[in-house]
């Protein structure tokens, strides 16, 4: 398993990492549970996506200057191209996150703590995956294979969902949650569980923890084969992962209000899914550029968003016009 990550710099990494948390929570949460204004999570936002490109930046000179200019280079792309990746698809978690907090009547004051576990357990999440994917790679090239077909397999059954709201009612995990335990009709505060009666109650709050953790798993399936479709370094796939996670509480905050304007993302993301499931199918015959995969990528995001912006949604059937 080839890596350019020294003992010094994945110590560096997991330092940064742990100050960069200790310093999100302390500073938004900031007197007490409150909501987010879209200022205070543009700023947040800016914030984490400069601090990524600072680490590229400083990532590529200290390749460039160990193993020369074009190692340097290619390290600084594999990484920008995978941050790119991962924070596309990170959106379709937002619009996840979304559905589940106004299915369950979230408290807004309330949204900040359920995403912060959900973020920490993503990280988690994803780096037991990516040295798991990283060990059998390292032994097993026809995996790549495996992964381009599930990535294209994904990304046709996400085009073909694009646009259709999921039914909540019918999920499997909330089904079995409401059938196996006790769960309340309110919240509690910030409280997961509650004793009523001498029995354990639990609040919609922890179902919607719950259902966060299982779309966590679900995104890292699909989004961690999609980076080693870029590298197989673990250390460029796990910090392009992490720094994508990281701005993921701010970014939801930035676009809980703008999700319906940017209704044709899903069809972009599905694409970007394909393509890249394409480029692991041929990474025999063609290899292709890893300038070619980002800018590819840049471009069908790109499109996507402009599109929704140009083209506004239908309204839905009979809304009133």
Not at 36 to 59: D, H, Q, R, Y
Not at 143 to 153: P, Q
């Amino acid at each position: 398993m080839e890596t350019i990550g020294s003992p010094m710099l994945w110590g560096a990494f997991a330092a940064f990492v742990v100050v960069a948390l200790l310093v999100d929570l302390v500073l938004m949460r900031h007197g007490g549970p409150h909501k987010v204004t879209f200022k205070e999570a543009a700023w947040w936002s800016v914030g984490w996506i400069a601090l990524a490109f600072v680490f590229n930046a400083a990532l590529w000179w200290y390749v460039s200057r160990e193993s020369g200019a074009e190692v340097g280079n290619r390290i600084g792309l594999e990484f920008l191209t995978g941050y790119l990746v991962e924070k596309s698809l990170a959106v379709d978690n937002i619009f996840v996150f979304l559905m589940l907090f106004t299915y369950f009547a979230v408290p807004e004051e309330q949204r900040q703590r359920v995403l912060v576990i959900g973020i920490l357990g993503a990280i988690v999440l994803r780096s037991v995956l990516i040295f798991a994917g990283a060990l059998l790679l390292a032994k097993f090239h026809w995996i790549l294979y495996v992964f381009g077909a599930f990535l294209v397999f994904t990304g046709i059954k996400m085009l073909m969902a694009a646009g259709k709201s999921p039914d909540l009612e019918q999920n499997p995990v909330l089904k079995w949650m409401r059938s196996h335990l006790r769960l309340t009709d309110d919240y509690h505060d910030s409280k997961l569980s509650i004793m009523r009666d001498g029995k354990r109650w639990f609040t919609p709050l922890f179902a919607v923890i719950a259902l966060i953790g299982v779309t966590d798993v679900i995104f890292a399936v699909d989004s961690i084969p999609a980076i080693f479709a870029i590298t197989a370094d673990p250390f460029i796939v796990l910090t392009s992962n992490v720094f994508a996670v990281l701005g993921l509480r701010a970014m939801f905050f930035l676009l809980q209000g703008m999700a319906d304007r940017f209704h044709l993302l899903p069809y972009g993301l599905a694409a970007v899914l394909v393509f890249i499931g394409a480029k692991m199918l041929l990474i025999d015959v063609y290899k292709i550029p890893i300038l070619v995969s980002l800018l590819g990528v840049a471009a069908i995001i790109g499109t996507s968003i402009a599109a929704s912006l140009m083209l506004p949604p239908k309204p839905e059937p009979g809304a009133k016009a």
